[in-house]
């Protein structure tokens, strides 16, 4: 990967009171998050209904080392493929997939460190995100043009104090920012270039709330965050604009997490359909069978929804192989990135579909008694329908086809 230095200093926070594991390996990682995926899916229902925020669950995932695999091996971490990464938030996803979009953010800021960061930022962000220091996110903002057009300010201290900057503004759909420990909040210059500030919990002028009120993702908070006067020195900005100007994967990186997330719902939605199938569906009068598995038509559904899954499993992973080979290289260029955003792209829009799909179809195939509130299965396409949203697959479509057809390049920006 490019890698960028931005000249500024670090003045450190104070470390985690509690340590978090330390993932060492790929396999590790989707061990844990197999095993922590069981814990999760235990009250997932309940949370969703009750819109009940999981606090205490978020403390299981950070600590369990998960938030930390994509840290360099130089600076103590896994360094996880990318297809590792993509298959743990698939697994989180499936289990409770307001908890698999939580992170989201995070593992692209963790890039950005990666690949703006001075080694002394890098050496004191990654030690956070190592001891379980959680990020949020601060970039979207309502009201405005479209998601790059942004009124927050990130300036230097106008007392002339070159160790600081201030940051005004209001941001929404900030997913995260409300379990974080930092809330990285972009925002431009006077020049118009954009900078990240990771704007430290409990920073007065902070104001993080919850009034994320989707009909899906519920447990999310993905709210409103309000910046008023806020103080951040200077060794907590990044030049974010770096990571769209050079050719680097940040964009694929964020994009795949959505995938991923998608995906797992699909899963999700698919074995509830079928343990209901199996268990509580009566057949239909004129299939002349006495179980609901063994109606021919519902099979057949089952076995086009599966096809269709595998196919976007084998995407996404496609996909996370592309990133990687770019990765290894030891300089990125912009026909690589190209190449990954609509490798990315193919696979989103197969994920974008099945969760949609699979969630729709297990009412039709399961029957009435699926819809009753006790179940609470809607929950599955509330959540895909909410989280496919983040950005249009309509444009997916238009990125593959432009570049096979035309050879455009997508655009570089975190939605490519």
Do not use: C
Not at 290 to 318: F, K, W
């Amino acid at each position: 990967m490019v890698a960028i230095d931005a000249p500024v200093s670090l003045h450190p926070e104070a470390a985690s009171a509690d340590a978090a594991r330390v993932i060492e390996s790929d396999a590790e990682a989707i061990a844990v998050a197999r095993d922590l995926a069981k814990r999760l899916a235990a009250d997932a229902a309940l949370r969703d209904r009750e819109r009940r925020l999981p606090h205490e669950e978020i403390e299981w995932f950070s600590q369990s080392g998960l938030w930390a695999i994509t840290v360099p091996k130089a600076y103590g971490g896994a360094g996880v493929s990318f297809v590792t990464l993509a298959e743990v938030v698939k697994i989180v996803a499936a289990a409770d997939p307001s908890l698999g979009q939580l992170p989201q953010n995070h593992f692209g800021l963790v890039d950005v460190i990666a690949l703006t960061g001075t080694p002394e930022q890098k050496r004191h962000f990654f030690a956070e995100v190592l001891a379980g220091k959680r990020f949020g996110n601060g970039f979207s903002e309502k009201g405005t043009k479209h998601v790059l057009d942004l009124k927050t300010r990130v300036t230097r201290d106008d007392g002339g104090d070159s160790g600081s900057y201030v940051v005004d503004g209001t941001k929404f759909y900030s997913t995260g920012a409300l379990f974080a420990h930092y809330v990285p909040v972009l925002g431009l210059d006077g020049e118009g270039k954009a900078w990240l500030a990771y704007v430290p919990k409990g920073t007065p002028g902070l104001s993080v709330i919850d009034d994320w009120s989707g009909f899906g993702q519920r447990t999310t908070a993905s709210g409103t965050v309000v910046l008023d006067k806020v103080r951040v020195p200077a060794s907590h900005v990044f030049p974010a604009q770096r990571v769209s100007d050079l050719p680097t994967l940040n964009g694929p990186i964020s994009q795949i997490i959505q995938a991923a997330i998608d995906a797992g719902i699909a899963h999700a939605a698919l074995a509830d359909t079928l343990k209901f199938v199996r268990e509580r569906s009566r057949p239909w009068v004129d299939s002349h069978v006495e179980r609901a598995s063994d109606d021919p038509l519902t099979v057949r559904e089952i076995g086009r929804l599966h096809i269709q899954l595998h196919a976007a499993d084998a995407l996404l992973e496609r996909a996370a192989r592309v990133l990687d080979e770019i990765a290894a290289q030891p300089q990125t260029s912009e026909d690589d990135v190209a190449r990954a955003s609509v490798a990315v792209g193919e696979a989103k829009v197969l994920t974008t579909e099945i969760a949609l799909l699979a969630s729709e179809k297990l009412f039709e195939l399961a029957g009435t008694q699926a819809t009753l509130s006790e179940h609470n299965f809607d929950r599955h396409w509330r959540n895909a329908r909410t989280h496919t949203l983040h950005d249009p697959v309509r444009w997916k479509y238009h990125l593959v086809g432009n570049y096979y057809l035309n050879g455009v390049k997508p655009a570089r920006h975190a939605w490519n």
